[in-house]
Structure formats: structure tokens, C-alpha cells
């Protein structure tokens, strides 16, 4: 079994900054593709970043030049600096693994561990 643990999320004023982060158990961390999706009230679950496991990236277009995914394969971690935050950010934020190890893939329903998710709300 693999466990995800997100933290992080908290209320933040427009234009600000949050670091989110996923703590993850189970051997092989370092194999696995992981991205981070989100969900807002009303709006579908849609994808936001991902890391494979060589450090390749992928970010959804209205995040590009804001966020930054990264991932700590000694602390077994997995980051997304957040910047520059727009109200529409606002969501709960969920990281989850891919059975992938070489290419983040788009499409939820491909990943098969799932954390609980951490809030985030950004003011206007």
C-alpha cells in the first residue's frame, strides 16, 4: 500500500505564495510519476502538476510560470510551490500516484493512490 499525506493548504490573499506538500510511504518513492490535482465547488476535478520519477514536469496551462513542482526522493516528499495566486487557484488540492514511472499523465482516473487533500483559498 502507498499512503499520501498532504499539508500545507491554508487562506492566503491574492498574489501570494503557498508551498503545498505530499508526504509519501512505501518502498520504491522514487519509481513513481506523482502529480498534483485539484477541485473546486461546482467544477470538475482537473490535473494541475506532475513529476515523473526522472524529474520531467508538466503543468496545466493556467498554471505555467506560477507553480513549480518538485519532489525530495530522500524525505519521500513531493512539493508545489505556489506563486503569484489568483482566486480561481481556490480549491482543495489533492496529490496522488501514477503507475507510471517515465510520463505524467492528464487524465485522473489513471492514478491509483490518492491523499486527502489539503485547502487552499486565496482572497480577493
Known amino acids: 500500500q502507498v499512503q499520501l499525506v498532504e499539508s500545507g493548504g491554508g487562506l492566503v490573499q491574492a498574489g501570494g505564495s503557498l508551498r503545498l506538500s505530499c508526504a509519501a510511504s512505501?518502498?520504491?518513492?522514487?519509481?513513481?510519476?506523482i502529480g498534483w490535482f485539484r477541485q473546486a465547488p461546482g467544477k470538475e476535478r482537473e490535473f494541475v502538476a506532475g513529476?515523473?520519477?526522472?524529474?520531467?514536469?508538466n503543468y496545466a496551462d493556467s498554471v505555467k510560470g506560477r507553480f513549480t513542482v518538485s519532489r525530495d526522493n530522500a524525505k519521500n516528499t513531493l512539493y508545489l510551490q505556489m506563486n503569484s495566486l489568483k482566486p480561481e487557484d481556490t480549491a482543495m488540492y489533492y496529490c496522488?500516484?501514477?503507475?507510471?514511472?517515465?510520463?505524467?499523465?492528464?487524465?485522473?482516473?489513471?492514478?491509483?493512490?490518492w491523499g486527502q487533500g489539503t485547502q487552499v483559498t486565496v482572497s480577493s
Open positions: 496522488a500516484k501514477s503507475p507510471y514511472s517515465d510520463y505524467v499523465s492528464l487524465d485522473d482516473q489513471l492514478y491509483d493512490y
Open positions: 513529476i515523473t520519477s526522472g524529474g520531467s514536469t
Open positions: 512505501g518502498r520504491t518513492f522514487s519509481t513513481y510519476a
